[in-house]
């Protein structure tokens, strides 16, 4: 194997992870909605790709061309009491997380049953070993992949084809929610703000965070791993939560 495609890699784990497969001899095709110069080593692939629309999906695929591992790695996220949170928005956030990762899966399923061979990794987080607050909307969306991702495994196993799951824990440098149009301020109501307060207090001083490389490596590992292994936490914050569960 050695094509990979990568959803949402204008930031965050889906750039460190193209530019770690690409140091590594791969042919990287890097997606993202609004293609930008300078971002990737030359030699990598950049395409549009908006994962909620069925004909940019479709061209992508096309133009990528065979496709040895896909990465589902496009998300946006919210943090705030569910109360407050818009259901337009909640909405946005399946279309992105949920829906956009199964129409990519099943836009590759195709050419990888035919050749009985490739790897797909689905992208979730650390939400989905413990339960925590102020991010139930986005949690949701998540645990959704999660329990697509092992149904799917069975399926595709029959075929030669494996399914895993990366599950990053917390990190600050990401632009998890940088893409809403509300504040963090709105998201939290006065009735919330002490319940709130050492929550974001915790946020502000984590005792374990989780890099981009983490997650580079933890894809790194589940698209070589050849065995029937399903979740790959990344991160030591992620993997202390993956153990005490």
Not at 95 to 112: K, L
Not at 162 to 178: D, H, I, M, W
Request: glycine share 8%.
């Amino acid at each position: 194997m050695n094509i990979i495609l990568i959803t949402g890699a204008s930031s965050g784990y889906g750039l460190e992870t193209a530019r770690h497969f690409h140091a590594r001899g791969w042919t990287v095709i890097a997606t993202m909605r609004t293609p930008r110069e300078g971002l990737l080593p030359e030699g990598v692939q950049v395409l549009p790709l908006d994962v909620t629309d069925p004909a940019s999906i479709g061209a992508a695929i096309e133009a990528a061309g065979p496709i040895d591992v896909l990465v589902n790695n496009a998300g946006i996220g919210l943090v705030g009491a569910f109360e407050a949170a818009p259901m337009d928005y909640v909405r946005k956030i399946f279309e992105t997380n949920t829906f956009g990762t199964m129409a990519m899966v099943q836009a590759v399923i195709p050419q990888m049953r035919a050749r009985r061979s490739g790897v797909i990794v689905n992208v979730t987080s650390s939400v989905t070993l413990a339960p925590m607050p102020l991010a139930a909307a986005y949690t949701a969306s998540k645990q959704a992949v999660e329990g697509f991702s092992g149904s799917l495994a069975h399926e595709m196993a029959a075929f030669g084809v494996q399914v895993k799951l990366v599950e990053p824990g917390y990190a600050p440098t990401t632009r998890f929610a940088q893409n809403i149009d509300f504040s963090i301020e709105e998201m939290i109501p006065e009735p919330y703000a002490d319940f709130a307060r050492p929550i974001f207090a915790a946020f502000a001083n984590p005792q374990l965070t989780t890099k981009e490389s983490d997650v580079a490596e933890a894809v790194w590992l589940a698209a070589h791993d050849a065995s029937d292994r399903l979740h790959y936490p990344a991160g030591p914050d992620a993997v202390a939560l993956a153990k005490s569960g």
